[in-house]
């Protein structure tokens, strides 16, 4: 499940050139589109469009995970394939991708794990083609990129969520439930649950600044996120809220790619700010690096809007299902995010 995408070079100085807002960097589509609703007996498509899977059993649990929700499952052809680390070349993914948007009976399109290579496919997707039939998309981690490039060519609200091969425990099948078959205005608030201990000590969320703000919803992994700095596949930031969570990553490297955010002039337009999880990310032995704490009051805090972390959000067992490009609300004192506005048609 994890996602490994290695950032390239020194972005710094290059990128001071996309800091105005009608550069490519910030290029977004005006009005949102939104897919239709799921019924149960609608066909989902199961694609692969970053990294092969290493157990075909994998495969079958996402198939059975969707079944189990009640739906028709169609296969991308390729979507079991390898070519190095990936799950096929670049044309067998992005095809798949594309025609699954392209068959008219298939509803929603579930990624069966991330890892890392969607990037590659960002130029060889049908984007007319998702405008003309635009449908559900479900996964997180590398599946950031095909939110952001998607986001920012057609509008479409996608979803940041469990991929088909993760897990599909009691949580995230309610969330998928409420969400997707009964169209509710979800508010996302950490699940409470102290354990044995007086006070709850885990999954609990931290205001960085209070407050209330409103806005589309952007973000995702925040390597994947940085990596297509200076491209036309990043959607606008302005008067966003950005969510960001990462795994696997040394504080050393998080804290360059916050500072790439900020030479970008990212940070400086979004309304809100929300950090999920970065696991695996302790700054080891010692006092060798910056803390996360110490990179989100140094990028974060002087921003002087509502922020918070520690949601469920990112590489974890339990996590919210976001609609990128729903529009919510943030509230840092409270820790929740609450959809102001229906994310399907009809």
């Given amino acids: 499940m ?74 991308g052809e390729h979507y079991g394939a390898r070519w190095g680390h990936l799950a096929g070349t670049d044309a067998q993914r992005a095809g798949d991708l594309n025609a699954m948007f392209a068959d008219r009976q298939v509803r929603a399109i579930v990624c069966v794990r991330g890892g890392s290579g969607a990037a590659r496919l960002l130029p060889l997707l049908d984007y ?17 990129a095909l939110h952001c490039a998607i986001q920012a060519r057609t509008g479409l609200v996608t979803f940041h969520g469990p991929i088909g091969s993760g897990s599909w425990n009691r949580f995230n099948v309610d969330q998928f439930r409420r969400l997707f078959l009964e169209r509710q205005l979800m508010e996302y608030r950490n699940a409470a649950d102290p354990g044995d201990e007086l006070v709850q000590r885990s999954n609990r969320t931290i205001t960085l600044r209070g407050g209330k703000a409103r806005g589309e919803l952007v973000g995702g992994n925040l390597s994947v996120l940085v990596a297509l700095a ?33 030479l970008m002039g990212a940070l400086d337009r979004i309304a809100g700010f929300v950090f999920g999880q970065c696991t695996d990310c302790d700054p080891g032995d010692g006092y060798g690096s910056l803390t996360l704490e110490q990179i989100l009051d140094d990028y974060i805090r002087p921003l002087r809007i509502p922020a918070y972390r520690g949601a469920m959000i ?33």
């Fill in 2 to 75: 994890h996602r490994r995408q290695f950032l390239g070079g020194a972005l710094g100085a290059s990128l001071l050139p996309w800091m105005a807002g009608s550069s490519p960097a910030f290029a977004a589509v005006r009005g949102r589109l939104l897919p239709p609703p799921l019924q149960p007996g609608d066909t989902v498509g199961l694609v692969s469009p970053s990294s092969a899977t290493d157990d075909s059993f994998s495969l079958q649990l996402a198939r059975e995970a969707m079944e189990a929700l009640g739906f028709k499952v169609r296969t």
């Fill in 128 to 144: 007319d083609a998702i405008r003309r039939d635009p449908k559900v998309l479900l996964g997180y981690s590398d599946i950031t």
């Fill in 230 to 262: 200076g491209s036309s596949y990043l959607p606008a930031f302005d008067g966003r809220i950005l969510f960001l969570e990462d795994v696997a990553e040394a504080p050393y490297r998080i804290d360059r790619m916050f500072s790439t955010l900020k």
């Fill in 314 to 346: 990112g590489h974890i067992r339990e996590q919210f299902i976001l609609p990128v490009g729903g529009v919510v609300e943030l509230d840092a004192d409270a820790g929740t995010l609450r959809m102001l506005e229906p994310v399907f048609t009809g």
